[in-house]
Structures are given as C-alpha cells and as structure tokens.
C-alpha cells in the first residue's frame, strides 16, 4: 500500500468514477506527493491485459500546489476496451530518484448489457432436495445407482466407506420435489424469493453432482410434471427459482458416458462412434480418461466439442433453455471457474435468449474479477459471462468476524470487492453463512473450528455442548444481521435458520428437522426476511460505513425511499456507537434516541428512523 496522501484508489480526489467502470469511461487519476519529497515528474504506466498486453507510458502535467503537495494528473481513456488494466505511477525526483507506486486493479466492464435486479434484491434459498422434504418413502428399485433408503427421517446419513473403501454417496433420505411444494407457505413466510436447488437431473448419488441424465428430473425427486407444478406455485407466490447446472463433468453412471451400462443408451464407453464418445478425454479407452480433481466417478467433459456445446445451450431444444421453458428462472453454474470463458458466455446468450430475466451466477470461492484458472484469467463478471457469483469472500470475512477478527478486516475485504467488482455484479453476489460445501455455520461458530483435529467417527457424533450451541447460536444471530442487511442477495442454506449442526460433508447434509426447529433462531430469521421485504433500502440502497473498529461493525444502506442502520456487537462488553437519528429497532421493537447510545455484547440492532417522541 501506497501513503493514502500520495494516491488512494477509493478516494475520489485521486480516481474518478470510483471503482469498475463500463468500457468507454475516461477515467480521471491523480497524485499528490508531498512538496519536501522534491518530484519533479510523474508517470502513468497502464496495462492493458486483455488487450495483446497493451503497455502505455504516459506523462502525467504537473498542476499545481495544494497545501505542502504538488498535484500531478491525467485522464486514461478506456475506449472500446473490456477487462482488466494494471497501473501504477513512477514518480522522479530532482535528484534522480524514483518511487513506483502500485499496481492497482481497474476493472473496465461491457455496460451495455442490462442485468435482472431481481436476484440481488431478493433472499435466496438454498435446498439439498434429498435432504429438505419428504412426502413419502420411496422404493429406489430400478433406479440408477444401486440406491439404498433411509426408512427414519432423522437417522445419520452414511459417512463410512464401504467394502471397496469408497464413499459412494448412495443412500437417500428421499426428499422429493412434491415436500418442497408443501413448504412453499413456510419459505415465503420466511421471507424467501428465490429457491436455489442443488442438481434435480437424474444422478446416481445422493447429491446429484454427476449428473446421469439432464432431461430427466431424478424419479425419486418427480417428474418433470411436478418441476413444472412448483415453479407454477413458486410464481404465484412471488417466488422465483434457480438450477443447480453441472456442466464441466458428468457421472460415470450416466446415458452419456454409461461407465457401468447401466444405460440403454451406446454411451462412450461402449462405442467409440457413441455420439457422446468426443465428450470425454481418453488417455486410453476406454478405461483411462479426465476426471474431476482425479475422481473416477465424475469424467470430465471435453467443453470444446461442438455437439456438447449445442446440447447444453446452443440447440433450441437445449438443456439451458428446455429448463428455462419448464419454469426456472435462472442457472447457477457449478465450478464456473472450470468451464471456460466462451462457453458461460455461450450459456448466458442462451439463457437470456429464452428467458430475458434470467440470470447466470457462478460458483467461484475467490474475488471472480481477478481469478486466474488453468493459467488464464476469468471473465466471469466483465458483461455476458455471470450476472453475479457465489461470495465466499463475504461468507469467510464475516465468519472470521465473528470469530474475533477486527470489524476493520472485513470492511477492508468488501471494499477491495466493491472496488473490484461492476456495480452488477456486486448488487448480484450471493452472499453466504455457509452451503452444501462447508461445515454448519451453527456449529462453527459454535466450537471455533471444523473438528479436524478429531477422526470423523467423533465427528459423526459430535453435538454441542449446551454452552457451545447458546455460543454459536448468539454469534448467528449476529452474522445473520449482517447478511440480511448488506449489499447482494443473502442466502439461507436449509436448516440454518432451524438449528442444524454438523461438521462437513456429510454431516453438513441432515435432513430438515421438522418439529424440531430451533424456535428463536427461525424467529430471527423471519424477522430479517420480512425486513429484507419490507425496507426498500436493504434491497436497494447504497452501503456507507459508520464504525468498524474491535468488534463493532456498524453500516448504514441508504437509498431514495429511506434509510436503515445495521450495527453488531459480536464482543463480551458495551460499546457506544452514535445513531444518526431518532431510531426503532426491528428485531425487538425497541426505541432508542439520537446520538450516543450503548450497544450491549453479543447484539444486534436493525434500526429504522422513527420521528422525535415516537
């Protein structure tokens, strides 16, 4: 980091418009090193990366005094240009020296291309369908998969490698698509406007990660009949829904690569003139082929052929828009960073074809405007790629938060994403506590680790002590404050708002507890969702920082239609925080003045404006 004095990027003294910008932006920069430093020259280097590696050298006009520091400056013109420009300054002295100052990041987006808002300003809902509702115990005979079913809703998924040493992923609690529609009342009163599923296409484990057949919803979860009924009851309650697309790899149990026959169909493994025999990468066939991180189960699909590019999204009849047709509304792209640039794009032209509010996020665990993946750098957010992506950023600066980390280290990291990312895609991020893929946000906070240290029989059975779960219980209390009331979607993983525990996967998987919620926790959390509904500034408004220091996180969203000020206390001691006006709670209903007011440890407020004596 450079002397904010000389040059600070998130200034607008120094760098206007602040942060990305569309392409065509004459983008204003300035230095202001101090007079007794004896610069006499300064230098703007620029670099163009998507383009050719473009470099420009360009001097930067001394302007003037200002106090006790010399102003130089210069306009960088973006012109038709779409991606990411490193630059830096040198700065000469009369004496012959020279001080490099950067690089810094200028994120130049396509801003011709409007985004659905929907997504961003909405809470979305995260379902593992074998794990939320069931409606029945269903009968896997003949179903892909040598499937076995857990008969008691509530018995511990199997975690144990079988014989052959494997986790096969193949017992199924049976949740099916009929259960979510009879919960549908309980999301909406939750305050949920966006369902995300995990993969529904026919798959041999429980998970549906390999998918066997994306024409087909699972038959334990319906059939396409039933996926068209709950979007249609979804929509009628103001309720959209979001697939789960897994599109780099596949399963080895599936009609396209019919690792084990089980298939009718010539798969690739059968035949090299199978049609789906150039979808794959064979070192020596058929027994030797790419896989996902070297997981036999799941092969890894060649991207580049053109008969997988046409079913997938470019055919009229294509899995991309097929799905869209029956009554999704959006595509979340699993492993985004792994599929390569032109096909999310050839993805988002389709989805956006069928469906024009459709929207495309992607799964990436790091800042997406800078992820370099196999040696190329991602244009997952610089227009026509994702409209937003999962924030795993948010989701571990939070987490550490609330752990005890300084509330200035997560401003710090959300500001390095606002600055980063378009306006769109920072609207259109979704924001996390935790999904299918990390342990339970309840009983992380709760115990301070993942319980690595232990074997995963301690694991398996491992539940919080009462001291534990009223630890983690208040920590989420706090951390869901903050996701329900910051910029971008706030995601709800199933069972979190009921008091779910567990370690990772699979422990991380239980079945919904129906009848055994945690009636506070879903209390907090209906109140944040009607919030979210409610307050057109936590949709919408714009974020402003008012105290981030210790553990006091405080923020403000503000926008045409009002005001709402977020304040946690995630320490063990009182802390006083200023409240720029009269304010009512909305978690409690409390009134409380204007000035300096005392936020007690380990509490939340979501304060609203309220008139003098109300």
């Known amino acids: 980091m450079c002397d904010p004095q000389t040059f600070d990027s998130r200034d607008s003294r120094y760098k206007r418009p602040y942060g990305a910008v569309p392409s065509g ?5 300035a230095l202001r090193p101090p007079r007794a430093g004896g610069f006499s020259a300064a230098t703007l280097i620029a670099y163009f990366e998507h383009r050719d590696e473009e470099r420009r050298e360009l001097p930067m006009p001394w302007r003037g005094l200002e106090g006790d520091r010399d102003v130089f400056d210069i306009a960088l013109e973006t012109g038709d240009y779409v991606g990411l420009v490193w630059y830096s300054f040198r700065l000469e002295g009369l004496d012959g020296r020279r001080e490099e100052l950067g690089p810094f990041q200028l994120t130049v987006y396509d801003g ?4 659905p808002t929907w997504f961003g300003e909405g809470v979305t809902y995260q379902i593992f369908p074998d794990r939320f509702r069931r409606t029945r115990v269903p009968d896997p005979t003949g179903m892909v998969g040598g499937r076995s079913v857990h008969t008691g809703w509530e018995e511990e998924p199997v975690y144990r490698p079988d014989r052959n040493g494997e986790v096969r ?9 009929a259960g979510v529609r009879e919960k549908l009342g309980y999301l909406r009163g939750l305050g949920v406007d966006t369902l995300y599923f995990c993969p529904i296409f026919e798959a041999p484990e ?19 009949a039933d996926f068209r009924a709950l979007c249609t009851d979804a929509h009628a309650l103001g309720m959209r829904v979001v697939l789960d697309g897994v599109f780099n790899h596949q399963g080895f149990v599936s009609r396209y690569f019919n690792g084990d026959g089980s298939y009718e169909s010539v798969g690739a493994v059968q035949s090299q003139d199978s049609p789906y025999y150039h979808w794959y990468h064979f070192s020596h066939w058929p027994d030797k082929y790419d896989s996902w991180w070297g997981i036999y189960s799941l092969p890894a699909v060649n991207e580049a052929d053109s008969s997988y590019r046409r079913y997938i999204f470019g055919g009229a009849d294509s899995i991309i828009r097929r799905w869209l047709a029956a ?12 599929l390569p640039d032109d096909f999310i794009h050839g993805i988002h032209a389709a989805a956006r074809q069928a469906k024009p509010e459709a929207v495309i996020i992607g799964e990436v665990w790091e800042d997406g405007s800078n992820k370099i993946a196999y040696g190329v750098r991602r244009r997952h957010i610089l ?7 999962m924030n795993y950023p948010f989701r571990n600066a939070l987490v550490s938060f ?16 606002r600055e980063n990312y378009p306006p769109f895609a920072w609207r259109s991020a979704m924001n996390f506590l935790g999904t299918h893929d990390t342990p339970r946000i309840l009983t992380l906070l709760g115990t301070g680790g993942d319980g690595r240290e232990h074997d995963k029989d301690w694991r398996a059975a491992f539940r919080m002590s009462p001291g534990q779960y009223a630890l983690g219980k208040a920590r989420l209390k706090l951390g869901a404050l903050v996701l329900f009331a910051f910029p971008g979607s706030p995601m709800v993983y199933y069972g979190d708002e009921a008091g ?10 239980r079945t919904y507890p129906w009848g055994r919620e945690d009636g506070e926790l879903l209390e907090w959390y209906t109140a944040l969702g009607k919030a979210r509904r409610a307050l057109p500034a936590l949709r919408r408004g714009e974020l402003a920082w008012t105290l981030t220091r210790g553990r006091v996180l405080s923020f403000l969203r503000t926008g045409a239609e009002g005001s709402v000020l977020a304040a946690v206390n995630a320490g063990d001691r009182p802390e006083p925080i200023d409240l720029p006006w009269p304010a009512r709670d909305w978690m409690t209903g409390a009134a409380l003045e204007q000035g300096e007011q005392t936020l007690p440890p380990m509490t939340g407020w979501l304060l609203t404006p309220r008139p003098e004596g109300a």
């Open 25 to 29: 932006t004459r983008v204003e920069l």
């Open 112 to 115: 011709a291309e409007k985004v």
């Open 169 to 177: 992923n193949r017992d199924f609690f049976g949740g099916d698509l």
């Open 206 to 224: 429980n998970h549906r990660y390999g998918t066997g057949d994306y024409e087909k919803i699972d038959p334990m979860l319906g059939t396409e």
């Open 327 to 338: 009554g999704a509304d959006g595509w979340r792209l699993d492993v985004a960073d792994e």
């Open 383 to 389: 227009g026509g790629h994702c409209d937003g992506l």
């Open 402 to 417: 609330l752990l005890g980390e300084d509330a200035f280290r997560f401003r710090q990291a959300m500001e390095t994403l």
């Open 500 to 509: 779910l525990e567990g370690f990772e996967d699979p422990f991380n998987r």
